[in-house]
């Protein structure tokens, strides 16, 4: 490999050797290189997703794709902290369920194969993997949040896969783990407050790999998507979810001033979301 080849490497393979609790295969898991202008960090989207912008010299970089730890042989994925805990229980459950697992990934993900290095076509594959897998962990473990990161995740990178090839559904898709996110993010609220599942087993809440927006930002996120990707407009189901939201992203307001962990510009657009569902449910009263 020449000097210039190696200079272009936006990622490489880690020392660590990692065994798959599923199928024991033995692999290393790809990491993204940093530095050297691979990444040019762009604005910051309404989902608290962050944009890159391309490098003439390395092209589009996705941070997203390096982060979960994919099995090359038998697909099984999640986080890299829950990866080497699979509970025993699950082990066989994991393993006979291979040959689904890849079957449906390959359905969306045709050209996915994690023997080679991620592109984005395998960078979502991942994480569409994890959520799938976080299915075997058990509460302790904070499944239904993780189950969320990953499917907003998974949206991002098929955002962009739309973008790389157009009018092949992707676009579609990605609003639909939008509402798989909706519904995952509200049911472990739900599930914390009534002490069913604590969201203690999550160490950052991300969403993003730039940031963690902590506590906050979740509860943020809850009631954007629901106001984004909730019920149907006009329906007594839809206000419902909108007073919820709206409650739920009050206790923002009542979190203190802005700081480190919640700086100002977040206030400012949960204040825009507060203020937008305000004004729908308004509507609805008059209508």
Not at 242 to 257: D, V
Request: proline fraction near 5%; glycine fraction near 6%.
């Amino acid at each position: 490999m020449s000097g210039e080849d190696r200079e272009l490497k936006v990622s490489f393979y880690s020392k660590k050797e990692y065994t798959c609790p599923s199928c024991g295969t033995l692999f290393h898991k790809e990491e993204l290189l940093s530095g050297g202008g691979r990444l040019i960090a762009g604005s910051l989207t309404s989902e608290l997703h962050r944009l890159y912008e391309p490098s003439l010299k390395y092209g589009c970089v996705y941070p997203l794709a390096y982060q979960a730890v994919v099995c090359p042989e038998c697909w099984f994925a999640s986080m890299e902290a829950d990866f080497p805990i699979l509970p025993e229980a699950k082990i066989d459950e994991a393993l006979e369920n291979r040959e689904g697992r890849k079957a449906d990934a390959l359905l969306i993900f045709p050209e996915a194969d994690f023997y080679r290095p991620r592109t984005l076509m395998e960078g979502a594959a991942s994480q569409y993997l994890t959520l799938r897998c976080y299915d075997y962990y058990p509460k302790q473990i904070s499944p239904t949040i993780k189950q969320g990161l990953a499917s907003i995740r998974t949206a991002w990178l098929l955002d962009e896969l739309d973008k790389n090839f157009p009018k092949q559904h992707y676009n579609w898709l990605a609003t639909l783990f939008r509402k798989k996110a909706q519904y995952f993010y509200n049911e472990a609220l739900a599930r914390e407050q009534s002490g069913i599942e604590t969201m203690s087993g999550l160490k950052s809440y991300g969403p993003d790999t730039d940031k963690n927006y902590s506590y906050e930002g979740m509860l943020y996120l809850c009631a954007y998507l629901r106001y984004k990707y909730g019920p149907s407009q006009g329906s007594a189901e839809r206000k419902t979810s909108l007073e919820e939201a709206r409650r739920t992203i009050a206790k923002l307001f009542g979190m203190g001033k802005s700081s480190k962990d919640k700086p100002g510009a977040f206030l400012d657009q949960a204040r825009k979301v507060y203020e937008a569902i305000n004004k729908e449910l308004e509507d609805s009263e008059l209508a």
